[in-house]
């Protein structure tokens, strides 16, 4: 069983912040940013990995270190999972669709890496849009390796106590003496503010720039 904790809302400082923004005025925010992959790409590159599975990786480890991206509603009360697993997407260049899978999160990276393998050799063959019961804790990601977009917004019509995030990387390019890439995020403002995006990405760049150490 998935481990959780409750959120008791009424003793929660964001108590009116999260009844505004989802019942008054439901609304999430999506925002783009440059991630600096400068030290991602020949760590890959060296290591002979793949870039994708690597970037999942660190941003599923990055969305584990902060609450607000954990959060989901279960039976009326809003809670926070232990661990949150991403679902990503895979293109199938034959048929230009794609599928959703899923890996479940660990720390150890190359645990990850070889559950992600696992994964998508079991899914190889499987054209369908979701081969594999998707977790109820889970974050979404997505990629555009075609495109590199200056923003990127996700419109989910109705979103109404889905609190998951979803990510979507763009197209990485040099620019100047860095290698960057865009990262579109989407949340939920009942959940996260402004504040709780900056302090994720900052610590997803750090991993980005100190990746050698998880060798």
């Not at 794609?98 to 992600?116: E, G, M, Q, R």
């Not at 977009?149 to 990510?167: G, H, K, R, V």
Request: glycine content about 2%.
């Amino acid at each position: 069983m998935t481990a959780y904790k409750t959120v008791n809302i009424e003793e929660w400082n964001r108590k009116e912040h999260f009844d505004a923004y989802r019942d008054a005025i439901k609304c999430g925010f999506s925002l783009t940013v440059k991630l600096d992959i400068s030290a991602v790409i020949p760590f890959v590159k060296e290591q002979r990995f793949k870039f994708y599975p690597v970037m999942i990786y660190l941003l599923s480890k990055a969305v584990n270190q902060h609450p607000e991206f954990k959060m989901a509603m279960k039976d009326g009360d809003l809670i926070i999972w232990d661990s949150v697993n991403p679902v990503y997407t895979v293109l199938h260049q034959d048929t230009e669709t794609f599928s959703a899978l899923s890996v479940p999160y660990t720390d150890s990276f190359h645990d990850f890496i070889a559950s992600y393998n696992a994964v998508l050799q079991r899914n190889e063959n499987n054209r369908s849009f979701l081969p594999e019961k998707a977790p109820k804790n889970h974050f979404n990601i997505s990629a555009l390796p075609w495109i590199h977009f200056e923003s990127f917004n996700l419109n989910i019509a109705d979103f109404t106590d889905y609190f998951a995030p979803s990510f979507t990387f763009g197209k990485y390019q040099t620019e100047g003496n860095k290698i960057l890439m865009p990262l579109a995020i989407q949340v939920h403002h009942a959940v996260c503010d402004g504040l709780h995006v900056a302090k994720l990405i900052n610590t997803l760049q750090e991993f980005c720039t100190t990746i050698q150490t998880f060798k």
